[in-house]
């Protein structure tokens, strides 16, 4: 039977069927046909504590009982205000939220806000947004404009938003002569020169402790806290993404607390209702939300919402969520199971296409050339995605790349023996997948 179904970034013409995943039991999905394969990319990056968790279950079995969505406009719900108090308590400096669901969407109200809190301050001259380099904070055209990595959005760049764009330090492809530290100075003092003479910048938007989706890139230590310390010298908004980076991906619950970069604004999703259901955030500091107190005639409210802003289902089982971290302890857990990464760093390295290994926490990075002296990114007859996932497949378990990286992004709670398990099978299937390169 052929499907109605559009799937995302695919170019359907490659597939002529997609695999029916019936249901799942942690780390695994199980198809219709009854095959497992271990989840590794944590249903994209989002999944906490594996599938089928009952707690989380509860949570939203319990709440689908009394009330299963109530508007936000004028109105609001025990579950949102109880999260909102939870994710207050967890995010220094931040004083209120704004819920939408999706991350893209926490991204366009982080721009948004950014910008009228200037207007409403009587600074209307500040309407420029800087970021850097190969960032990606969705695929709405505001985020697509402050995140543009072109290979993604190169067909709508005429519509965009301009964007002043710094470059990134990646210790995989340093420019002659440097080293990461000469690399890191050389991208702030660009930061510097141009904040100094630039009297129109609102906002420096930026993924919080490395950028996922171009290409995961790690930032060097310090390199975050000293763009922060840039802003707040220069009167620039402090903006945050940790919608794929936070809730303990990289290691930490609040990864700009690790960083030592508190900001004006951060926005949080994916993980934060454990994967289960679709609900983001975008919080502010004290400082941003008064801003935007006035009389009705002044205009200064935030223009902004959506019909499933605040569902007081998601809201509970995020609320079960967070309360499971404190009670299982996750992040102790994720920083040692995270170790038995760097376990594996030799055997992975020791395949002669691989060029570089990326991580921190449950994040990795596996970069694929053809040369490795020229680093150039492998090529294969089909996408490199389609491959790896025929032949992750082959090896149990399911892999998406981002053009020539493998990246490995299982549920937070994975087991040592289970990471042992993907990073074997993973290795098998790089092995496999030569045999495709062009």
């Not at 190969?134 to 519509?159: C, I, L, R, W």
């Not at 009389?295 to 569902?311: D, I, P, R, S």
């Not at 090529?379 to 497949?393: A, C, D």
Request: charged letters at 25%; aromatic letters at 10%.
């Amino acid at each position: 039977m052929t499907s109605s179904v559009w799937h995302p970034n695919t170019q359907m013409k490659e597939w002529g069927t997609f695999d029916t995943i019936s249901k799942g039991k942690g780390i695994w999905l199980i198809d219709s046909k009854g095959n497992k394969i271990i989840d590794a990319v944590g249903s994209m990056w989002c999944n906490v504590w594996g599938h089928s968790n009952p707690e989380l279950v509860k949570a939203i079995t319990n709440q689908s009982k009394k009330i299963q969505h109530s508007s936000m406009f004028n109105l609001t719900n025990d579950p949102v205000e109880k999260l909102a108090k939870n994710l207050i308590r967890i995010s220094p400096g931040m004083n209120k939220v704004f819920y939408s669901d999706n991350g893209s969407s926490a991204m366009e109200i982080a721009i948004k806000i950014a910008l009228q809190y200037w207007k409403n301050i009587g600074e209307s001259k500040k309407t420029q947004i800087a970021t850097i380099e190969n960032g990606y904070h969705g695929d709405t055209f505001g985020a697509m404009s402050v995140g543009y990595v072109p290979e993604f959005f190169g067909k709508f760049k005429k519509q965009l938003f301009s964007t002043i764009q710094f470059p990134v330090p990646n210790k995989y492809r340093i420019p002659k002569g440097l080293t990461l530290t000469d690399y890191q100075n050389d991208c702030l003092e660009k930061m510097e020169k141009r904040f100094s003479k630039d009297n129109n910048i609102a906002a420096f938007i930026m993924e919080s402790g490395a950028q996922m989706a171009g290409g995961v890139i790690i930032y060097p230590n310090d390199f975050q806290r000293k763009i922060s310390k840039l802003c707040k010298k220069h009167g620039i908004l402090f903006v945050l993404d940790e919608i794929a980076t936070g809730f303990g991906r990289l290691g930490s619950m609040i990864q700009y607390k690790e960083q030592k970069s508190i900001p004006d604004i951060v926005a949080y999703g994916k993980m934060l209702t454990g994967g289960y259901l679709t609900m983001a955030a975008t919080l502010s500091s004290k400082k941003i939300y008064d801003s935007f107190s006035g009389e009705f005639n002044q205009w200064k409210h935030l223009f902004h919402g959506h019909t499933y802003t605040g569902n007081p289902i998601a809201a509970s089982v995020a609320n079960q969520n967070i309360l499971m971290y404190e009670k299982y302890d996750l992040i102790k857990k994720i920083q040692k199971t995270s170790k038995i990464f760097s376990q594996y760093y030799d055997d992975i390295s020791a395949i002669d296409i691989v060029g570089d290994i990326r991580h921190k926490g449950m994040l990795m990075g596996i970069e694929l050339v053809s040369d490795r002296k020229k680093k150039i990114p492998i090529k294969t007859k089909k996408s490199i995605n389609k491959v790896f996932f025929e032949e992750g497949k082959k090896n149990g378990i399911y892999l998406r790349t981002l053009g020539n990286i493998v990246m490995l992004v299982p549920p937070l709670s994975i087991e040592e023996n289970e990471l042992e398990s993907l990073l074997k099978k993973t290795i098998k299937t790089i092995q496999a997948a030569k045999s495709h390169i062009i």
